[in-house]
């Protein structure tokens, strides 16, 4: 069989603007590759609870075989009991009239976030929401605008400006910085301004409240949310997400969301898996008091001594994601690398993921971890 390199140079296809734009991030230092893992000690995934690494969705499911295809879109082939039976419990567990499901969390968001919004409505979103947050608000007909990250002030001054219907979109958790939202405060301004407050939970499922229910229902604000946004792809151990909020909505999003419509539905194989993870991982409770104390450990809004003449600080959160801020593509890179040497993996956050100047290394911790593996990884940093 050609390689890939012979076989685009048989082509008469001209393909330099590709590669013009190829080029210009490889010179930035920026250019992207595939990597697996590598089996050094995981620092670097999204398996808070271990889920995936212990098989835990494998051993319930070991004794039973579900189709892997579900045929056809729901609204044609691939509609089916399982589907909604998992649907009605997913609901049940996080006390939400309703629950859609879809095929990743980024289809949840951008299923959500471009068809809710009408032509004169408008669109606030923290100016750190996730790409998938982004994406779906570019495609919505009505205005957007960014506020500053997790600043009630700017947003409340934008709201006043506003004069139709508004919808201001967070995460809970913020996957890269790892902080929280002021989740209280933003249901409070919210009402005060009749806007619908839209959150993405995607990196509390599993790990925030004390059956992992997330930020929104752990601090009881979840009936005052217009739309809550879980995903399975992380905690959960599986593949999805879902979408809550009021059956109006659902059936809204049946009728208007194009990912969902003109989707093909997630197979009996994967919904299985999301019916088998909501029955595992309420319980998992000695795992999220690991990851409390792993997470304890970290010294928020403090600056470590400087490996190889590198200088870095970390970020305060009180989350599994911890995020040492590196300036600079290559240094960020030296320092994942250095880490590696000693068995560690730690992946590095480059430019233009974040901004520039602010490259990090996004340190995951999971329930695997141990205190010991901790401690080598901050003395790893202090070398």
Do not use: W
């Not at 399982?82 to 095929?103: K, Y």
């Not at 194009?258 to 088998?276: D, E, G, H, N, Q």
């Not at 304890?296 to 003449?309: I, K, M, R």
């Not at 602010?358 to 202090?382: C, D, F, K, P």
């Amino acid at each position: 069989m050609a390689s890939r390199e012979n076989t685009e140079k048989s082509t008469s296809m001209n393909l330099d603007f590709l590669d013009q734009k190829l080029q210009a991030r490889f010179r930035a230092d920026a250019y992207r590759r595939l990597q697996l893992a590598s089996g050094k000690v995981d620092f670097f995934s999204n398996d808070y609870l271990g889920m995936t690494k212990n098989g835990l969705l494998e051993a319930a499911l070991a004794d039973h075989a579900f189709p892997h295809g579900s045929t056809g879109s729901r609204l044609l082939a691939g509609n089916y009991p399982l589907m909604e039976e998992t649907e009605c419990l997913i609901a049940a567990f996080h006390q939400s009239p309703s629950a859609l499901i879809f095929n990743s969390g980024y289809d949840a968001n951008l299923g959500l976030l471009a068809c809710v919004a009408e032509r004169g409505d408008t669109i606030l979103y923290d100016k750190l929401s996730h790409a998938s947050i982004r994406d779906g608000i570019r495609l919505s007909p009505g205005r957007s605008f960014s506020f500053a990250h997790n600043d009630l002030e700017d947003l409340e001054r934008k709201l006043q400006k506003e004069t139709g219907r508004c919808f201001v979109v967070t995460e809970s958790v913020f996957s890269m910085d790892g902080d929280q939202a002021p989740l209280t405060e933003l249901v409070e301004l919210c009402e005060r301004f009749d806007a619908h407050l839209i959150v993405d939970e995607a990196h509390a499922t599993g790990v925030i409240g004390e059956q992992g229910e997330g930020l929104m229902q752990s601090k009881g604000l979840h009936r005052r949310c217009f739309a809550r946004v879980h995903t399975f792809g992380k905690a959960l151990g599986c593949h999805g997400a879902v979408i809550l909020g009021s059956e109006m909505l659902r059936n809204f999003l049946i009728n208007f969301s194009r990912p969902f419509i003109y989707s093909t539905a997630l197979p009996p194989a994967a919904v299985a898996a999301i019916k088998a993870s909501y029955a595992i991982f309420p319980a998992l409770q000695a795992e999220r008091m690991q990851l409390r104390k792993l997470i304890s450990f970290f010294p928020g809004n403090q600056t470590l001594p400087a490996v190889s003449g590198l200088s870095f600080s970390f970020k305060n959160s009180e989350t599994p994601i911890q995020c040492l801020i590196v300036p600079g593509n290559e240094q960020v890179r030296a320092l994942s690398g250095h880490l590696a040497g000693l068995n560690m993996d730690v992946r590095p956050i480059l430019y233009p993921t974040v901004p520039e100047g602010a490259e990090r290394l996004r340190i995951a911790l999971h329930s695997y971890n141990t205190l010991e593996e901790v401690q080598q990884l901050m003395a790893g940093l202090s070398r």
